[in-house]
Nanobody, 128 residues
């Protein structure tokens, strides 16, 4: 059974940092791309960042480029999202998702429908 467990969310002031973790189990970690998505109240779920199965290719939404960094640790079966210089508009529930995105390329842009396995989400709140 695929399991994804997010952690690391919380309340932080604008300009602060958080590191989200996504601990994966129940599948071959090295075969799966991992994406981070977020959903704010009243808004659609949007792709924030994504990392290919090899870790060699990454994606960032324009709104987080230069502030967020995604990485994966195969020894710990964990993907991280380092979030710096947080802004109030980053406030949302953050979800990690996994799937075998065999067509992943340098131009890949993650969509929620591409991913079949999801974590429960972790709340990130940025105060102004």
């Amino acid at each position: 059974e695929v399991q994804l467990v997010e952690s690391g969310g919380g309340l932080v002031q604008a300009g602060g940092s958080l590191r989200l973790s996504c601990a994966a189990s129940g599948f071959t970690f090295d075969d799966y791309a991992i994406g981070w998505f977020r959903q704010a109240p009243g808004k659609e779920r949007e792709g924030v960042s994504c990392i290919s199965s090899s870790g060699g290719s990454t994606y960032y939404a324009d709104s987080v480029k230069g502030r967020f960094t995604i990485s994966r640790d195969k020894r710990k079966n964990t993907v991280y999202l380092q979030m710096n210089n947080l802004k109030p508009e980053d406030t949302a529930v953050y979800y990690c998702a996994a799937d075998n995105i065999w067509y992943y390329s340098g131009s890949y842009r993650p969509e929620p429908t591409d991913f079949g396995s999801w974590g429960q989400g972790t709340q990130v709140t940025v105060s102004s």
